[in-house]
């Protein structure tokens, strides 16, 4: 708001713009603005999925206390960039490209970059063509694959000041590219510089000092300013606290928030993930993703490989080669038939006790005693050569696919190994929740493996694998893919769901190349697939209208 004068000076009229709609929602000055009142009443009118954000407040407690049932205080700190007259050099890479968003090409992939880390309006904003003159929005994408990773707003002040701020800025974790962030907002920056703007302003929450500290060290100054925000869905969280499942993990947290935008009620049964969902008279208990809609014998298809795979094979479907074994010369037996070979407990749906690419004899001990910890039943599979994708089916359709990698590192030339995990454990916790990629005897032996030490510092682009296989709790790249599976590949995955008698399934195939859907084997079938990110978010919404049909739309 305005302050208050203290001298007999006038003060200098106020400007007639007061706020730059970006599409997300405003950006409201707060110091052009006589009265509290005044402000309330823009920040309030504000259409629904948008979001506004009265910046620059002063004196919040002069604010607060007029609507404290419709305003609230945002979590945010505001940072502030003085910039010189001088145009700076744009920030270069050999692995990067930064380009203005073309929204002809750019829309999908942005959009999931920001549904993925619960950023909506931005690419709300974007999909609805909402872009203002005073908005440039910015994208990294990667030099090899052109493919976009990073994605944030510069935000001109036009007609209000001759500044700008930078919003929306978002990475996409699984680029796995050091340093993404930090060039993106060099690069707004030397945009900004080349605008003629005076400073940059951005906002930050609270709790994300990876990003504090990157701004504090490129220059940016806390200023003793608040923001203010209207009381809607969006923000929820930030005004009302935990919820009584908040102690949930992500992959049921995902499907109750859903369910009560639907008005269906909840009761959280345990923290470790079991719930009910009631509407209409009915009642679904659930655990994550699996209901009491599967059935026992179905479940125990999933829970036992052996009879898994006897199942698919009887349905003329493609299954790797495997023998159970119980010895240490049995496993060699098989090796010396198979060359390369994977070793995994008999019973379970999850990657626990499973050793892959397994070509010597002393892995194969420690691969057999690994997998023994989980059970005194064991199988070997021969190797299948590949990419892994992880289908998704609910109601026994695909609705979502994603591309599944082993977590790697890059080098920078400058970093050591363990740094550089840690570097990417931060990106990855961001985005994933409950990921991370410990440093322990898998870690250590992967990364032994192709020669490096922990204190070693790997040369500029060079790749270091950290695990033997993929994992959601201790690291796996992740890339939606949906658009790009050829159909082929999602009637094999609508086969193996009907076969099962699994409406909600989860479905691991490995392709050598995916122009060539015929050549799939099925690697793993899960009974409680997770609905997480980066699936997207109308994932969840069919797994709900699986559960309770009657709140689908009638057609007449």
């Known amino acids: 708001m305005r302050q208050i004068s203290t001298t007999d000076d006038e003060p200098d009229p106020l400007p007639e713009k007061k706020y730059i709609d970006c599409g997300w929602g405003k950006v409201i000055f707060a110091q052009n603005y006589e009265t509290p009142e005044l402000l309330i009443r823009e920040v309030c009118e504000e259409p629904l999925g948008r979001v506004n954000s009265a910046v620059l407040v002063d004196d919040p407690h002069m604010v607060l206390p007029v609507s404290p049932h419709k305003i609230f205080l945002g979590p945010y700190h505001t940072y502030r960039l003085e910039l010189n007259s001088a145009i700076s050099t744009a920030p270069q890479s050999e692995n990067l490209n930064i380009r203005a968003y073309n929204p002809k090409t750019d829309l999908e992939t942005v959009q999931r970059i920001y549904e993925a880390r619960q950023m909506n309006p931005y690419g709300e904003a ?233 070509s010597e004899n002393s892995k194969l001990k420690y691969g057999l005693r690994k997998a023994q910890k989980y059970g005194h039943r064991v199988l070997i599979e021969k190797t299948t050569e590949g990419s892994r994708y992880r289908f998704l089916v609910i109601n026994y359709k695909v609705c979502s696919v994603l591309k599944v990698e082993v977590p790697y590192i890059l080098g920078t030339g400058s970093h050591t190994v363990v740094k550089l995990i840690e570097k990417l454990n931060r990106r990855i916790g961001g985005m994933y929740e409950g990921m991370h990629i410990p440093l322990d005897k898998e870690t250590y032996g992967c990364i032994e493996s192709q020669n490096y030490k922990p204190e070693d510092i790997p040369s500029e682009n060079t790749k270091i694998f950290l695990r033997e296989s993929p994992n959601l709790k201790t690291g796996e790249f992740l890339e939606n893919v949906t658009d790009t599976i050829p159909n082929e590949l999602l009637l094999v995955t609508e086969n193996i769901s009907r076969t099962l008698g699994m409406a909600v399934l989860g479905v691991d195939l490995i392709l050598p190349d995916i122009t060539k859907p015929e050549n799939y084997t099925i690697t793993d079938c899960n009974e409680r697939p997770s609905l997480a990110p980066p699936h997207a978010s109308e994932v969840v919404d069919e797994f709900i209208d699986f559960l309770f049909p009657q709140l689908l739309p009638n057609e007449f």
């Open 126 to 358: 974007l999909a609805e063509g909402l872009l203002e003159k005073a908005v440039e929005w910015i994208v990294v994408e990667k030099q090899k694959t052109g493919r976009v990773v990073a994605c944030a707003a510069l935000v001109n002040h036009e007609g209000i000041d001759d500044g700008a701020s930078l919003w929306g800025v978002v990475v996409n974790p699984s680029a796995n590219i050091p340093g993404i962030g930090k060039m993106l907002v060099e690069y707004v920056i030397h945009a900004a510089r080349k605008n003629q703007k005076s400073y940059l302003d951005l906002l930050v929450t609270t709790k994300n000092k990876a990003a504090i500290s990157l701004y504090e060290k490129l220059g940016f100054k806390r200023l003793p300013t608040f923001v203010i925000e209207h009381k809607n869905e969006l923000n929820e969280p930030y005004f009302i606290g935990p919820p009584p499942e908040k102690k949930l993990n992500i992959h049921s947290r995902v499907i109750i928030d859903a369910a009560r935008k639907r008005g269906i009620s909840i009761n959280v049964l345990d923290e470790t993930g079991f719930y009910e969902l009631g509407f209409g008279g009915r009642t679904l208990s659930c655990y994550e993703s699996l209901t009491e809609f599967t059935n026992s014998i179905a479940l125990k298809y999933c829970d036992n490989r052996k009879l898994n795979r006897k199942v698919l094979a009887a349905a003329d479907l493609k299954v790797p080669i495997q023998a159970e074994i119980s010895t240490l010369q049995e496993a060699k037996n098989f090796m010396a038939a198979h060359t390369n070979v994977v070793i995994k407990p008999l019973k379970g749906t999850k990657v626990y006790g499973i050793t892959n690419n397994i």
